[in-house]
Protein backbone atom coordinates (compact mmCIF):
# COMPACT_ATOMS: atom_id res chain seq x y z
CA UNK A 1 0.00 0.00 0.00
CA UNK A 2 2.97 2.04 0.56
CA UNK A 3 3.79 2.87 -2.96
CA UNK A 4 0.55 4.42 -3.43
CA UNK A 5 -0.05 7.70 -1.02
CA UNK A 6 -1.88 9.38 -3.14
CA UNK A 7 -4.23 8.50 -5.92
CA UNK A 8 -6.68 10.47 -8.61
CA UNK A 9 -9.32 7.70 -9.32
CA UNK A 10 -11.89 8.80 -12.67
CA UNK A 11 -15.31 7.66 -12.47
CA UNK A 12 -17.18 7.96 -15.56
CA UNK A 13 -20.94 9.62 -15.06
CA UNK A 14 -22.32 6.21 -16.07
CA UNK A 15 -20.46 4.56 -13.31
CA UNK A 16 -23.18 6.43 -10.89
CA UNK A 17 -26.45 5.72 -13.18
CA UNK A 18 -26.54 1.83 -11.96
CA UNK A 19 -29.39 0.19 -14.25
CA UNK A 20 -30.60 2.94 -14.98
CA UNK A 21 -30.71 4.53 -18.13
CA UNK A 22 -29.38 7.96 -16.75
CA UNK A 23 -29.19 10.30 -13.49
CA UNK A 24 -27.76 9.02 -10.34
CA UNK A 25 -28.63 5.80 -8.72
CA UNK A 26 -28.70 6.29 -4.78
CA UNK A 27 -27.53 2.46 -4.22
CA UNK A 28 -24.79 2.62 -6.68
CA UNK A 29 -23.06 6.35 -5.38
CA UNK A 30 -23.67 5.19 -1.65
CA UNK A 31 -21.41 1.78 -2.86
CA UNK A 32 -18.94 3.90 -4.21
CA UNK A 33 -18.27 6.23 -1.75
CA UNK A 34 -18.24 3.51 0.67
CA UNK A 35 -14.72 2.12 -1.45
CA UNK A 36 -13.76 5.49 -1.16
CA UNK A 37 -14.31 6.24 2.36
CA UNK A 38 -12.37 2.82 2.67
CA UNK A 39 -9.64 4.02 1.03
CA UNK A 40 -9.16 7.23 3.11
CA UNK A 41 -9.51 5.05 6.24
CA UNK A 42 -6.08 2.90 4.70
CA UNK A 43 -4.81 6.02 4.76
CA UNK A 44 -4.42 6.96 1.01
CA UNK A 45 -4.85 10.22 -0.16
CA UNK A 46 -7.80 10.29 -3.04
CA UNK A 47 -8.85 12.75 -5.35
CA UNK A 48 -11.32 12.15 -7.78
CA UNK A 49 -12.55 13.42 -11.13
CA UNK A 50 -16.24 12.39 -12.11
CA UNK A 51 -17.63 12.62 -15.27
CA UNK A 52 -21.11 14.21 -16.56
CA UNK A 53 -22.13 11.23 -19.14
CA UNK A 54 -25.12 10.05 -16.67
CA UNK A 55 -26.55 13.69 -17.53
CA UNK A 56 -25.14 15.32 -20.68
CA UNK A 57 -22.18 15.02 -23.04
CA UNK A 58 -21.96 18.26 -25.53
CA UNK A 59 -20.59 16.04 -28.32
CA UNK A 60 -24.09 14.55 -28.26
CA UNK A 61 -26.32 17.85 -27.95
CA UNK A 62 -24.30 19.35 -30.62
CA UNK A 63 -25.44 16.30 -32.99
CA UNK A 64 -28.65 17.12 -32.23
CA UNK A 65 -27.97 20.80 -33.26
CA UNK A 66 -26.99 22.76 -30.03
CA UNK A 67 -24.09 24.86 -30.07
CA UNK A 68 -21.07 22.54 -29.25
CA UNK A 69 -19.46 25.47 -26.60
CA UNK A 70 -23.17 26.12 -24.79
CA UNK A 71 -23.31 21.90 -24.93
CA UNK A 72 -19.98 21.65 -23.21
CA UNK A 73 -20.99 24.05 -20.62
CA UNK A 74 -23.66 22.24 -19.78
CA UNK A 75 -21.45 19.00 -20.09
CA UNK A 76 -19.17 20.59 -17.22
CA UNK A 77 -22.10 21.55 -15.28
CA UNK A 78 -23.34 18.37 -14.92
CA UNK A 79 -20.20 17.03 -13.73
CA UNK A 80 -20.77 19.45 -10.85
CA UNK A 81 -23.77 18.03 -10.71
CA UNK A 82 -22.65 14.74 -9.91
CA UNK A 83 -19.23 16.19 -7.54
CA UNK A 84 -22.25 17.60 -5.41
CA UNK A 85 -23.99 14.13 -5.17
CA UNK A 86 -20.30 12.13 -4.26
CA UNK A 87 -19.63 14.50 -1.77
CA UNK A 88 -22.70 14.24 0.00
CA UNK A 89 -22.53 10.88 -0.08
CA UNK A 90 -19.22 10.99 1.18
CA UNK A 91 -20.49 13.00 3.81
CA UNK A 92 -22.97 10.82 5.14
CA UNK A 93 -20.35 8.34 5.75
CA UNK A 94 -17.95 10.66 7.48
CA UNK A 95 -15.51 11.22 5.38
CA UNK A 96 -14.70 15.35 4.69
CA UNK A 97 -14.82 16.33 1.02
CA UNK A 98 -14.33 19.33 -1.34
CA UNK A 99 -15.46 20.02 -4.21
CA UNK A 100 -12.68 22.03 -6.18
CA UNK A 101 -14.52 23.41 -9.50
CA UNK A 102 -12.88 24.51 -12.56
CA UNK A 103 -15.40 26.99 -13.72
CA UNK A 104 -15.97 29.87 -11.14
CA UNK A 105 -19.35 28.87 -8.73
CA UNK A 106 -17.64 29.39 -5.34
CA UNK A 107 -21.47 30.02 -3.63
CA UNK A 108 -21.55 26.06 -4.46
CA UNK A 109 -18.22 25.05 -3.94
CA UNK A 110 -14.70 26.16 -3.78
CA UNK A 111 -12.88 27.12 -6.91
CA UNK A 112 -9.95 24.71 -7.91
CA UNK A 113 -6.88 26.34 -7.19
CA UNK A 114 -3.84 23.69 -7.02
CA UNK A 115 -1.74 24.55 -3.60
CA UNK A 116 -5.24 24.35 -2.01
CA UNK A 117 -6.33 21.47 -3.74
CA UNK A 118 -2.53 19.31 -2.52
CA UNK A 119 -3.39 20.89 1.04
CA UNK A 120 -7.19 19.65 1.16
CA UNK A 121 -5.55 15.79 0.15
CA UNK A 122 -2.75 16.21 3.24
CA UNK A 123 -5.13 16.82 5.65
CA UNK A 124 -7.12 13.44 4.64
CA UNK A 125 -10.20 15.07 2.69
CA UNK A 126 -11.05 13.77 -0.71
CA UNK A 127 -11.06 16.23 -3.31
CA UNK A 128 -13.29 16.29 -6.09
CA UNK A 129 -12.43 17.85 -9.10
CA UNK A 130 -15.43 19.22 -10.78
CA UNK A 131 -16.32 21.06 -13.95
CA UNK A 132 -13.39 19.23 -16.20
CA UNK A 133 -10.67 21.51 -17.58
CA UNK A 134 -13.16 24.08 -17.69
CA UNK A 135 -13.10 24.44 -21.37
CA UNK A 136 -15.11 23.22 -23.67
CA UNK A 137 -14.16 20.60 -26.49
CA UNK A 138 -12.12 18.78 -23.77
CA UNK A 139 -13.01 15.15 -21.74
CA UNK A 140 -13.03 14.61 -18.00
CA UNK A 141 -10.74 11.86 -19.10
CA UNK A 142 -8.39 14.67 -19.61
CA UNK A 143 -9.28 16.57 -16.40
CA UNK A 144 -8.23 13.48 -14.94
CA UNK A 145 -4.98 13.25 -16.57
CA UNK A 146 -4.07 16.74 -15.46
CA UNK A 147 -5.61 17.19 -12.42
CA UNK A 148 -3.50 13.57 -11.63
CA UNK A 149 0.03 15.15 -12.77
CA UNK A 150 -0.81 18.77 -11.03
CA UNK A 151 -1.44 16.73 -7.51
CA UNK A 152 1.28 14.32 -8.37
CA UNK A 153 -0.67 11.20 -7.60
CA UNK A 154 1.12 7.97 -7.59
CA UNK A 155 -1.74 6.45 -10.06
CA UNK A 156 -4.41 7.36 -12.51
CA UNK A 157 -7.53 5.31 -12.17
CA UNK A 158 -9.77 5.10 -14.70
CA UNK A 159 -12.91 2.86 -13.54
CA UNK A 160 -14.92 1.87 -16.25
CA UNK A 161 -17.76 -0.33 -16.74
CA UNK A 162 -14.82 -3.04 -18.73
CA UNK A 163 -12.03 -5.15 -17.49
CA UNK A 164 -9.95 -3.19 -18.70
CA UNK A 165 -7.70 -2.45 -22.11
CA UNK A 166 -9.30 -4.69 -25.25
CA UNK A 167 -8.27 -4.85 -28.85
CA UNK A 168 -11.70 -4.54 -29.50
CA UNK A 169 -14.98 -3.57 -27.65
CA UNK A 170 -15.47 -6.54 -25.71
CA UNK A 171 -19.34 -6.37 -25.62
CA UNK A 172 -19.61 -6.29 -29.17
CA UNK A 173 -16.49 -8.61 -29.87
CA UNK A 174 -16.12 -11.77 -27.28
CA UNK A 175 -12.64 -12.37 -29.12
CA UNK A 176 -11.34 -9.14 -28.49
CA UNK A 177 -7.88 -9.69 -26.56
CA UNK A 178 -7.27 -8.35 -23.31
CA UNK A 179 -3.63 -6.62 -22.79
CA UNK A 180 -2.61 -6.73 -19.09
CA UNK A 181 -0.15 -4.37 -19.80
CA UNK A 182 0.95 -1.51 -22.45
CA UNK A 183 2.30 1.95 -23.38
CA UNK A 184 0.58 4.72 -24.44
CA UNK A 185 1.77 4.78 -27.67
CA UNK A 186 0.64 1.35 -28.76
CA UNK A 187 -2.67 2.69 -27.21
CA UNK A 188 -2.56 5.63 -29.45
CA UNK A 189 -1.37 3.70 -32.38
CA UNK A 190 -3.60 1.49 -31.86
CA UNK A 191 -6.34 3.28 -31.11
CA UNK A 192 -7.49 1.51 -29.09
CA UNK A 193 -10.08 3.11 -26.53
CA UNK A 194 -8.73 3.77 -22.96
CA UNK A 195 -8.80 7.22 -23.32
CA UNK A 196 -9.02 9.95 -26.07
CA UNK A 197 -5.54 11.49 -27.16
CA UNK A 198 -5.30 14.39 -25.34
CA UNK A 199 -5.40 12.71 -22.25
CA UNK A 200 -2.66 9.69 -23.14
CA UNK A 201 -0.23 12.56 -24.76
CA UNK A 202 -0.32 14.18 -21.53
CA UNK A 203 -0.22 10.74 -19.32
CA UNK A 204 2.63 9.59 -22.06
CA UNK A 205 4.80 12.94 -21.81
CA UNK A 206 4.33 13.34 -17.78
CA UNK A 207 5.26 9.80 -17.17
CA UNK A 208 1.69 9.01 -15.09
CA UNK A 209 1.02 5.39 -14.64
CA UNK A 210 -2.64 4.50 -15.72
CA UNK A 211 -4.42 1.65 -14.07
CA UNK A 212 -7.96 0.95 -16.34
CA UNK A 213 -10.52 -1.63 -14.03
CA UNK A 214 -13.63 -2.12 -13.77
CA UNK A 215 -15.99 -0.32 -11.40
CA UNK A 216 -18.12 -2.48 -10.81
CA UNK A 217 -16.59 -5.23 -9.00
CA UNK A 218 -16.17 -4.72 -5.08
CA UNK A 219 -13.39 -4.11 -3.53
CA UNK A 220 -11.44 -4.04 -6.72
CA UNK A 221 -9.81 -0.53 -6.30
CA UNK A 222 -8.78 -1.60 -2.65
CA UNK A 223 -7.52 -4.89 -3.85
CA UNK A 224 -5.28 -3.14 -6.32
CA UNK A 225 -4.17 -0.99 -4.26
CA UNK A 226 -2.91 -3.65 -1.98
CA UNK A 227 -0.86 -4.88 -4.88
CA UNK A 228 -3.20 -7.16 -7.10
CA UNK A 229 -2.89 -7.07 -10.64
CA UNK A 230 -6.32 -6.03 -11.21
CA UNK A 231 -7.20 -4.45 -15.10
CA UNK A 232 -4.88 -3.26 -17.56
CA UNK A 233 -1.73 -0.90 -16.61
CA UNK A 234 -0.20 1.90 -19.32
CA UNK A 235 2.95 3.32 -18.67
CA UNK A 236 5.25 5.93 -20.72
CA UNK A 237 8.00 3.88 -21.41
CA UNK A 238 9.08 -0.01 -22.36
CA UNK A 239 6.59 -2.60 -20.80
CA UNK A 240 8.34 -5.10 -18.46
N1 LIG B 1 -16.61 18.74 -20.71
C1 LIG B 1 -15.98 19.85 -21.24
N2 LIG B 1 -14.70 20.12 -20.85
C2 LIG B 1 -14.01 19.35 -19.98
C3 LIG B 1 -14.64 18.20 -19.45
C4 LIG B 1 -15.95 17.92 -19.83
O1 LIG B 1 -16.56 20.57 -22.05
O2 LIG B 1 -12.85 19.67 -19.65
C5 LIG B 1 -18.02 18.48 -21.05
C6 LIG B 1 -18.21 17.75 -22.38
O3 LIG B 1 -19.39 18.24 -22.98
C7 LIG B 1 -18.41 16.31 -21.92
C8 LIG B 1 -19.21 16.49 -20.66
O4 LIG B 1 -18.63 17.65 -20.06
O5 LIG B 1 -19.12 15.54 -22.87
C9 LIG B 1 -19.18 15.34 -19.68
O6 LIG B 1 -17.88 14.83 -19.55
P1 LIG B 1 -17.46 13.39 -20.13
O7 LIG B 1 -18.14 13.14 -21.45
O8 LIG B 1 -15.98 13.32 -20.12
O9 LIG B 1 -18.08 12.42 -19.03
P2 LIG B 1 -18.00 10.82 -18.87
O10 LIG B 1 -18.03 10.22 -20.25
O11 LIG B 1 -16.72 10.50 -18.18
O12 LIG B 1 -19.19 10.49 -18.03
Redesign the pocket.
Known sequence: MAQYKRILL??????LMGEQGGGIDPHTIQRLAGEINDLCHAGIQVGL?????????????ASEGLDRVT??????L??VI?ALAMQDALEHLGQQVRVMS?LKINQVCEDYIRRRAVRHLEKGRVVVFA?????????????ASLRAIEIGADLLIKATKVDGVYSADPVKNPSAQFYPKLTYDEALDQRLSVMDATALVLCRDHNMALRVMNVFQPGAIMRLLQGEDIGSLIVTGKVA
Open positions: KLSGEAVIGGGNIIRGAEKGDHMGMATNAAGTGNPFFTTDSA
